[in-house]
């Protein structure tokens, strides 16, 4: 498979999809809007779209003017049958692209917490290996509405709408599955200015001592790539 993918911030790579690629043997290729001069390929080019989180918003336009250039990059692979999986702030992206709303949750959410599958999710076949409710980490403080014919996937106890899929090729995730314990460290070092008490927000300490569980929800990642993937081809 030939797997291209968007990356937002230097600190917010791909974690352990990368590993999985290339135990698989596919293709890796990117662009980095972080970048300058970033180029984006001919949607015949690849095969799976993934786009990654960030600390910017969907609607921050004026200041990140490559925005409204992604999202017309994410619609056309959406339009191609691509598979397309989003990662937090690329969650928030397909759902915008989708016609969905993205605006401020009531709560930030930071730090391990739990996820719980809708009945949906408990019955499809992509998702039905998932437990009922299961630890994963979370680094967002916008949230979506769930786009129109999209399924609700998980939510949690501080944000209704944690993932969805939509067409059983489109993937959008809140939370961090691919979150090595190299790469929470590179968003603890980036992000220490937000680690300020809240509801749901966890502090370093708390984060650093549950960083265990990135061996479950890595391998969670790995088989939901499976699955789509087997789902679509």
Not at 15 to 42: M, Q, R, V
Not at 136 to 157: C, I, K, M, Q, R
Not at 196 to 225: D, G, S
Request: glycine share 6%; proline share 3%.
């Amino acid at each position: 498979m030939k797997i291209h993918y968007l990356q937002h911030v230097s600190f917010e790579g791909i974690g352990i999809i990368y590993d999985w690629a290339t135990f698989h043997k596919h293709e890796l290729s990117s662009t980095k809007f972080y970048e300058n001069g970033f180029a984006l390929p001919k949607t015949d080019d690849f095969d799976i779209l993934l786009v990654m989180g960030g600390s910017m918003s969907v609607y921050e336009e004026e200041k990140f003017d490559w925005l409204k250039t992604e999202k017309q990059f994410i619609k056309k692979a959406i339009d191609a049958q691509k598979i397309v999986i989003g990662i937090c702030l690329g969650s928030q992206l397909i759902a915008e692209v989708l016609g969905a709303k993205v605006y401020p949750n009531q709560y930030k959410e930071i730090g391990w917490m739990p996820v719980e599958c809708t009945e949906f999710a408990k019955k499809e076949s992509i998702f039905s290996f998932l437990p009922t409710t299961f630890q994963v980490f979370h680094w967002h403080g916008d949230t979506f509405d769930l786009p129109t014919n999209a399924s609700h996937l998980f939510f949690s106890e501080g944000c209704q709408n944690q993932g969805f899929i939509y067409q059983n090729r489109v993937l959008g995730l809140q939370f961090h599955l691919e979150s090595t314990p190299n790469l929470l460290n590179s968003m603890i070092e980036e992000g220490k200015s937000e680690l300020q008490p809240a509801k749901y927000v966890q502090n370093e300490q708390e984060i650093q001592e549950k960083k265990e569980f990135c061996l479950e929800t890595n391998k969670i990642m790995k088989q939901i790539l499976d699955k789509l993937i087997q789902t679509n081809f």
